[in-house]
């Protein structure tokens, strides 16, 4: 049923869940993962003038490669592709989905609302009213807990 996962990335520790989500779905269907970063360059807007464009869009590469490296490590034994794109991320990962000919995509939500999302806007929601396949949203919190002493 599924042979291609899609699966935005941020970098961020929280993506655990995302990964692990998607790769036990890609263990049942032996499907390949496809990692997407993306450089959200519509935030390059809120720089200041003196930000060199070229020193910032390298910063930005650079975490994306350290992002999708790491997906890659999480994935485990499923099989992975891994993308940068430049652009808006809702965008890039409905688009993505499309060129690629992917069958799910596996996203995390950080679960905003009321005026947060209704200011920040939401990229898994706008993902799933776009995408052309269905949309596993996994809640994600911002904060990953700290190991501590086992509970009895």
């Given at each position: 049923?599924?042979?291609?996962?899609l699966?935005?990335?941020?970098?961020?520790p929280?993506?655990r869940?995302?990964?692990?989500?998607?790769?036990?779905l890609a263990?049942?269907?032996?499907?390949?993962?496809?990692?997407?970063?993306?450089?959200?360059?519509?935030?390059?807007?809120?720089?200041?003038?003196?930000t060199t464009?070229?020193?910032?869009?390298?910063m930005?590469?650079?975490?994306?490669?350290?992002?999708?490296?790491?997906f890659?490590?999480?994935?485990?034994?499923?099989?992975?592709?891994?993308?940068?794109?430049?652009?808006n991320?809702?965008?890039?990962?409905?688009?993505?989905?499309?060129?690629?000919d992917?069958?799910?995509?596996?996203?995390g939500?950080?679960?905003?609302?009321?005026?947060?999302?209704?200011?920040?806007g939401?990229?898994?929601e706008?993902?799933v009213?776009?995408?052309?396949?269905?949309v596993?949203?996994?809640p994600?919190?911002?904060?990953?807990?700290?190991?501590g002493?086992?509970?009895?």
């Open positions: 049923m599924y042979d291609r996962i699966v935005p990335t941020d970098g961020s929280s993506m869940a995302v990964v692990d989500h998607a790769a036990a263990g049942v269907h032996d499907a390949t993962l496809h990692g997407l970063y993306v450089v959200d360059t519509g935030n390059f807007a809120t720089l200041p003038v003196e464009w070229d020193g910032v869009t390298e930005l590469r650079e975490e994306g490669e350290l992002a999708v490296s790491e890659a490590e999480m994935a485990g034994e499923a099989p992975v592709e891994t993308a940068i794109r430049d652009g991320p809702s965008d890039e990962i409905v688009g993505y989905s499309r060129e690629n992917c069958d799910a995509v596996v996203m939500t950080h679960g905003r609302a009321g005026i947060d999302r209704l200011l920040l939401s990229v898994a706008r993902v009213r776009a995408a052309p396949v269905p596993v949203a996994v994600i919190r911002d904060e990953v807990p700290e190991a002493p086992a509970e009895s």
